[in-house]
C-alpha cells in the first residue's frame, strides 16, 4: 500500500494500478448516482456517466501521480555571456480541481525567470507548470510549488515572478455563486522581490 499523499504531492505510479483505480472510482460513482437516486442503469444519458466521472478524477489528478516533463537545458555561457535578459512565458492555461470541493479550478499563469548559466527548453516551461496544476489545489500554495519547482530545476537562477489568475468553480457555481470574481495570486523571488522596476516591468507584460 503506498504513502498516502497530501493534495500537492506527487507520487508516480504504473500504468497497471491507475487502471485499478479508475475501476474503484467508477464503482464509487455508481454508488453516489445511487444513493442519489438515479435509476442511472436504464438511463441512456446517465449509464456511462460513472465511467467518466473516474476518467476525469484521475485526468484532473494526473500532476499527483505521473512523473515530472523531462527537462531540456542550454548551456549560454558558451556564447561568452551568462543570462541577463528576462524570460518571459505566458498565458498558460491550467486547469485544476479545487482541494475544498473537488470543483474545478480554469485560469492562466505568467511566468518569468532571470537565467543565469542555463535556459530551459521554452517548451517545458508550460509543461511543468501544468503538470503542477493538475493536482487537488488551493491556488496560494500552487503560485508557491511553481516557484520552489523551477528554483530546483535551475539552482543558479537570479529570479522567479509569477502571477496567476483563476476562477474557481467552488464559489462561481454554489456557496457565494460570485460568477465573476477572478483569484489573483502572485509570488516574486530572488532579484524580482529586490528590485521594484523588475516585477513592474513583469506585470507590464500580462494582458488580462
Not at 436504464?42 to 476525469?56: F, G, I, Q, S, Y
Not at 516557484?147 to 462561481?172: N, Q, S
Request: hydrophobic residues 40%.
Amino acid at each position: 500500500m503506498e504513502k498516502p499523499l497530501k493534495s500537492w504531492e506527487n507520487l508516480p505510479l504504473p500504468q497497471e494500478e491507475l487502471e485499478k483505480r479508475k475501476e474503484k472510482l467508477q464503482k464509487v460513482f455508481e454508488e453516489m448516482l445511487t444513493i442519489l437516486g438515479f435509476d442511472w442503469k436504464r438511463d441512456p444519458n446517465m449509464v456511462e456517466t460513472p465511467k467518466r466521472m473516474a476518467k476525469m478524477v484521475l485526468e484532473l489528478t494526473e500532476g499527483n501521480f505521473s512523473p515530472m516533463p523531462s527537462i531540456t537545458t542550454f548551456d549560454i555561457t558558451q556564447m561568452g555571456e551568462e543570462g541577463n535578459i528576462p524570460v518571459f512565458v505566458g498565458p498558460i492555461e491550467i486547469k485544476s480541481l479545487c482541494s475544498h470541493h473537488f470543483l474545478p479550478i480554469v485560469g492562466r499563469v505568467y511566468f518569468e525567470y532571470l537565467p543565469t548559466s542555463k535556459v530551459l527548453g521554452l517548451s517545458k516551461i508550460p509543461r511543468i507548470i501544468k503538470w503542477l496544476a493538475r493536482r487537488p489545489m488551493i491556488q496560494e500554495l500552487f503560485t508557491k510549488q511553481i516557484v520552489k519547482t523551477f528554483k530546483k530545476l535551475l539552482p543558479d537562477l537570479k529570479g522567479v515572478a509569477v502571477y496567476v489568475k483563476a476562477k474557481h468553480m467552488c464559489m462561481t457555481v454554489r456557496g457565494v455563486n460570485e460568477s465573476q470574481a477572478y483569484m489573483i495570486t502572485e509570488a516574486f523571488d530572488g532579484i524580482y522581490g529586490e528590485r521594484e522596476d523588475l516585477r513592474a516591468n513583469f506585470l507590464r507584460k500580462i494582458k488580462e
